[in-house]
């Protein structure tokens, strides 16, 4: 089932650039049996071994805007940090139907998603960069989600980035966010008593990378539209579910 659930996650963020790391938690959660405070700490290793696996190709060929990262990256690293250790005080439920608002948020701008393009060559913002980093920060480590279908377009449309950039740009972002947060979460559990479940994580990682590259592979010789479509009522069920579960 781990395996199976990792791959379906990595050929998602393969296929369409983000939204599959919003599947991790869930996964934890219901197939792999992970407490809700664990699967969102797990999640953000999870996710950002995967983004940092990703990141290896765009690093040869050099399209990741390293002056973006810093802008939006280390903001929102503080912000992740933030996000992290509030999560740890207050009630995994609050934590999970704020996940669930932000799973039918993520389906919203799938089924409407369209090429994020800028007509015209626009300045960098850094002042708006940094804010929206620091937001997204919050998010992730809140809730344990990467924020890629929120960075990109930001990257975009504030930073100036052309999308192939922006979304590897965004992969390196979302890895440094995650393992930030991780990092918060572990702190926080192990003083708790809590003990990870190694072997499980590790084999969700290895899926996810390889099932980002299947993904990538294949979304260049299939229409991803579709497929998006389908995607974003997935969303929209699986975040029903979580609803009805926590409450």
Same mark, same amino acid.
């Given at each position: 089932?781990?395996?199976l659930?990792?791959?379906?996650?990595?050929?998602?963020?393969?296929?369409?650039?983000?939204?599959?790391?919003?599947l991790?938690?869930?996964?934890?959660?219901?197939?792999?049996?992970?407490?809700?405070?664990?699967a969102?700490?797990?999640?953000?290793?999870?996710?950002g071994?995967?983004?940092?696996?990703?990141?290896?190709p +765009?690093?040869? @060929?050099? &399209? !990741?805007s390293w002056?973006h %990262?810093?802008?939006?990256?280390?903001?929102?690293? *503080? $912000?992740?940090?933030a996000?992290?250790?509030?999560?740890g005080?207050?009630?995994?439920?609050i934590?999970?139907v704020?996940?669930?608002i932000?799973m039918?948020?993520?389906a919203?701008m799938?089924?409407?998603?369209?090429a994020?393009?800028?007509?015209?060559?626009v300045?960098? +913002?850094p002042? @708006?960069? &940094? !804010?929206?980093?620091?937001v %997204?920060?919050?998010?992730?480590g809140?809730?344990g *989600? $990467?924020?890629?279908?929120?960075i990109v377009?930001a990257?975009v449309?504030?930073?100036?980035?052309?999308?192939?950039?922006?979304v590897?740009?965004?992969l390196?972002?979302?890895?440094?966010?995650?393992?930030?947060?991780f990092?918060?979460?572990?702190?926080?559990l192990?003083?708790?008593?809590?003990?990870f479940d190694?072997?499980?994580i590790? %084999?969700v990682?290895?899926g996810?990378?390889?099932?980002?590259?299947?993904?990538?592979?294949?979304g260049?010789?299939?229409a991803?539209?579709?497929?998006?479509?389908?995607f974003?009522v997935?969303?929209v069920i699986?975040?029903?579910?979580?609803?009805w579960?926590?409450?």
């Amino acid at each position: 089932m781990a395996i199976l659930a990792a791959l379906i996650i990595g050929l998602s963020l393969g296929l369409f650039g983000s939204g599959g790391s919003i599947l991790t938690v869930p996964v934890l959660l219901y197939l792999l049996g992970f407490a809700p405070d664990m699967a969102i700490a797990a999640s953000l290793l999870i996710v950002g071994a995967i983004s940092l696996g990703a990141s290896i190709p +765009n690093l040869t @060929k050099r &399209i !990741i805007s390293w002056r973006h %990262v810093a802008f939006f990256g280390i903001p929102g690293m *503080v $912000g992740t940090y933030a996000g992290a250790w509030l999560g740890g005080l207050l009630n995994p439920t609050i934590q999970l139907v704020t996940f669930a608002i932000l799973m039918l948020l993520a389906a919203v701008m799938m089924w409407r998603k369209r090429a994020v393009v800028n007509p015209a060559p626009v300045a960098i +913002n850094p002042v @708006k960069i &940094i !804010i929206e980093g620091t937001v %997204v920060g919050i998010i992730t480590g809140f809730v344990g *989600v $990467g924020g890629g279908f929120l960075i990109v377009p930001a990257l975009v449309l504030l930073g100036g980035l052309n999308l192939v950039a922006a979304v590897a740009t965004s992969l390196v972002i979302i890895a440094l966010k995650s393992f930030v947060g991780f990092f918060k979460y572990y702190e926080i559990l192990i003083a708790k008593g809590f003990e990870f479940d190694w072997p499980a994580i590790t %084999v969700v990682i290895i899926g996810g990378i390889v099932g980002s590259y299947a993904g990538g592979w294949l979304g260049k010789r299939i229409a991803t539209a579709p497929l998006q479509k389908g995607f974003a009522v997935f969303l929209v069920i699986m975040a029903a579910f979580v609803l009805w579960q926590s409450l």
